[in-house]
């Protein structure tokens, strides 16, 4: 089946400061979806973004999928945007079975 | 309204006990799903319905039985179950993906089951 690789897996920052999650995945999809999972365990949707870049206050995500990767970029980091990142897709011509990456975790200092 | 509902959002059950989850929507989707959580650990798939239909089972154990009455319901049957399958339990719909087309999937907030 389909692979999802996240990094980093970590990620500790400051307030204020910008970073960049990573999604690779091995084969082609049709469904990309980026979410936020808060400590209460909430999966938020962030971005549903097979292809192309789109954005959405401080978040903004690109999807390469000719090269089989996406990008999730935070900007102005704050403290509620702690909490696990996930990526998740569907493979193209497969079924509806969204397959998930490992996360990244995110952990933002004051 | 993208709002999908869970209840109960904790449960605690003994491994003779019989239980059961309840997931609603009300966006009009006709593809429904059960995850399974564990801590640290990724959203893994257990069952999918598409219009009504169970369309998935990712190899589950009997022990979990899943039930969709109707196009809003989904509901998620507990029995005998063991302490290993405690976790957090998610549900999420999405439009009908059709022939090769995937919707966004929304979640719901999750039912935290403790297996005593």
């Known amino acids: 089946g389909i692979q999802v690789e996240q990094s980093p897996p970590d990620l500790i920052l400051q307030e204020g400061a910008n970073s960049t999650l990573r999604c690779n995945f091995s084969d082609s999809v049709n469904n990309l979806q980026w979410f936020h999972q808060n400590p209460w365990g909430q999966l938020i949707n962030l971005f549903y973004?097979?292809?192309g870049t789109k954005q959405n206050g401080r978040l903004s995500a690109t999807t390469v999928a000719t090269e089989r990767y996406s990008l999730l970029y935070i900007s102005s980091s704050q403290t509620t945007d702690s909490g696990v990142y996930f990526c998740?897709?569907?493979?193209?011509?497969?079924?509806?079975?969204?397959?998930f990456g490992k996360g990244t975790k995110l952990t933002v200092n004051p | 309204d993208t709002e999908v509902t869970q209840t109960p959002k904790h449960l605690v059950m003994g491994m003779t006990n019989k239980k059961s989850l309840k997931c609603e929507q009300h966006?009009?989707?006709?593809?429904m799903y059960w995850y399974k959580q564990k801590a640290k650990k990724p959203p893994e798939l257990m069952f999918v319905?598409?219009?009504?239909?169970?369309?998935i089972n990712e190899s589950v154990p009997s022990r979990f039985s899943p039930e969709c009455p109707n196009s809003s319901l989904l509901n998620l049957h507990l029995h005998a179950l063991q302490p290993e399958d405690s976790a957090l339990y998610l549900c999420?719909?999405?439009?009908?993906?059709?022939?090769?087309?995937?919707?966004?999937?929304?979640f719901g907030p999750g039912t935290r089951l403790l297996v005593l």
């Open positions: 998740a897709v569907t493979s193209q011509g497969g079924s509806e079975k969204l397959v």
């Open positions: 999420a719909s999405s439009q009908h993906p059709g022939q090769g087309v995937v919707e966004t999937q929304y």
């Open positions: 319905y598409s219009y009504e239909k169970l369309s």
């Open positions: 973004i097979p292809s």
């Open positions: 966006m009009g989707h006709r593809a």
